[in-house]
């Protein structure tokens, strides 16, 4: 494991890459819970920041796609700046308005909705990158799953600081923060990024060109989908299942092992070399999860669903890894950051239905159902695939 991702970090362009994505969507990890944070307290209402921050991921993942298709059709050096200096621009205005009370409510739903439009696609990019670097596809296949994997821990260690952040000054610090990473590592990812070599045509993505690629990568974008609702609904309903086991903190552990489980399976998946191809790999991984999620609703104990979480987290990393690796493959290299946002936004569509349809289902059905019905949609992914 040791050699081959060390083979990873020694690509050449590698050690200039990897630090400037890391610092860049580290502030993806740290913009949420401070913008929930500093609304609630200058509002007066998490009511009201919930759906602030319900617009802000609403405008970002919808158009997440057409930003990273001005990065396939301009290249990142010509578009991350701009985006850069715009979205950390509305997170100090953010900031500034939430800093004391009394900003109406209207401004901060502007102000948000601006955010969401300007949010680079820093993911994306960065595994297009990996694309042009790692031109063997083994190299790229480990390259990817550390990319997951990291990608994971970002998302951990931002609420953490931003917390931290809100516990120790105030909750407008973390939307400052977030702005001066976004803003540098955004800038750094655009200077160190190395353009496609068959990066020719200029011409922008037609409907028709969006429907042949949706319906090529059908496959890895709903195994996204399914994934993202499958483990949003899961986690909701672990906090439930937590609660009514009279121990609430303890949904902790559950997250816990869940991400240690991916962790763990996202550098398992980069470490062994493979000889099924992608497709293949991408279809038993997903039965894989959505036969852990299934085995939640027989825990009778919140140990049990723990190791449940653990085994479920095996499949995560190495679905989504595969997932953006097969996409990579279907995709035209002047299409490939784009198509990688495809399966970010997939994975967040699902996970915002799931989040949902599962608080509705829980007044009318019993938890074991539910937690049952957690694994309907990586199961039902099973049966789409694309035109190759």
């Known amino acids: 494991?040791?050699?081959?991702?060390?083979?990873?970090?020694?690509?050449?362009?590698?050690?200039?890459?990897?630090?400037?994505?890391?610092?860049?969507?580290?502030?993806?990890?740290?913009?949420?819970?401070?913008?929930?944070?500093?609304?609630?307290?200058?509002?007066?209402?998490?009511?009201r920041a919930g759906w602030l921050m319900a617009v802000?991921?609403?405008?970002?993942?919808?158009?997440?796609?057409?930003?990273?298709?001005?990065?396939?059709?301009?290249?990142?050096?010509?578009?991350?700046?701009?985006?850069?200096a715009g979205?950390?621009?509305?997170?100090?205005?953010?900031?500034?308005?939430?800093?004391?009370?009394?900003?109406?409510?209207?401004?901060?739903?502007?102000?948000?909705a601006a955010a969401g439009v300007l949010a680079p696609p820093l993911g994306p990019v960065t595994r297009a990158q990996w694309s042009i670097l790692a031109t063997?596809?083994?190299?790229?296949?480990?390259?990817?799953?550390l990319d997951t994997v990291a990608e994971e821990l970002l998302y951990v260690t931002g609420p953490l600081l931003a917390g931290l952040l809100a516990t120790t000054a105030r909750p407008a610090v973390g939307l400052l923060?977030?702005?001066?990473?976004?803003?540098t590592g955004t800038l750094a990812l655009a200077a160190v990024a190395v353009p496609a070599a068959t990066r020719g045509s200029t011409a922008p993505a037609t409907r028709s060109g969006t429907r042949e690629l949706l319906a090529r990568a059908r496959q890895p974008l709903s195994a996204a989908a399914g994934a993202g609702?499958?483990?949003?609904?899961?986690?909701?309903?672990?906090?439930?299942?937590?609660?009514?086991?009279?121990?609430?903190?303890?949904?902790?552990?559950?997250?816990?092992?869940?991400?240690?489980?991916?962790a763990t399976g996202g550098l398992a998946l980069g470490a062994v070399n493979w000889r099924a191809p992608a497709a293949t790999r991408l279809t038993v991984l997903t039965a894989?999860?959505?036969?852990?999620?299934?085995?939640?609703?027989?825990?009778?104990?919140?140990?049990a669903l723990t190791a449940v979480a653990a085994l479920a987290g095996?499949?995560?990393?190495?679905?989504?890894?595969?997932?953006?690796?097969?996409?990579?493959?279907?995709?035209?290299?002047?299409?490939?950051t784009r198509a990688g946002a495809w399966v970010n936004t997939s994975f967040n569509a699902g996970s915002s239905t799931a989040t949902a349809l599962t608080g509705a289902l829980l007044t009318h059905l019993p938890l074991p159902t539910c937690l049952l019905l957690a694994a309907t949609p990586p199961l039902a992914a099973l049966a789409l695939r694309g035109r190759r």
Do not use: C, K, N
């Open 87 to 112: 979205y950390a621009a509305v997170l100090l205005a953010l900031a500034a308005t939430t800093w004391q009370p009394g900003t109406p409510y209207p401004v901060l739903l502007g102000l948000a």
């Open 288 to 303: 894989v999860l959505g036969t852990a999620l299934a085995l939640a609703a027989l825990a009778p104990t919140l140990p």
């Open 177 to 183: 923060l977030s702005a001066v990473l976004a803003l």
């Open 1 to 47: 494991m040791a050699t081959s991702y060390l083979a990873v970090l020694r690509a050449p362009g590698a050690a200039r890459l990897i630090p400037a994505a890391l610092l860049g969507r580290l502030s993806y990890g740290t913009v949420p819970l401070s913008l929930l944070l500093a609304t609630a307290a200058t509002t007066g209402s998490y009511a």
């Open 229 to 262: 609702a499958g483990l949003a609904a899961f986690s909701l309903l672990a906090v439930v299942f937590a609660s009514r086991h009279g121990r609430p903190a303890g949904v902790a552990w559950v997250e816990a092992a869940l991400a240690a489980g991916s």
């Open 56 to 84: 802000f991921s609403a405008v970002s993942v919808l158009l997440f796609p057409p930003r990273a298709g001005l990065v396939d059709r301009y290249g990142p050096r010509r578009t991350l700046p701009p985006m850069a």
């Open 314 to 336: 095996l499949a995560v990393a190495p679905t989504l890894t595969t997932a953006y690796l097969l996409t990579d493959e279907l995709a035209a290299p002047t299409e490939r």
């Open 136 to 145: 063997d596809p083994e190299l790229r296949r480990r390259a990817y799953s």
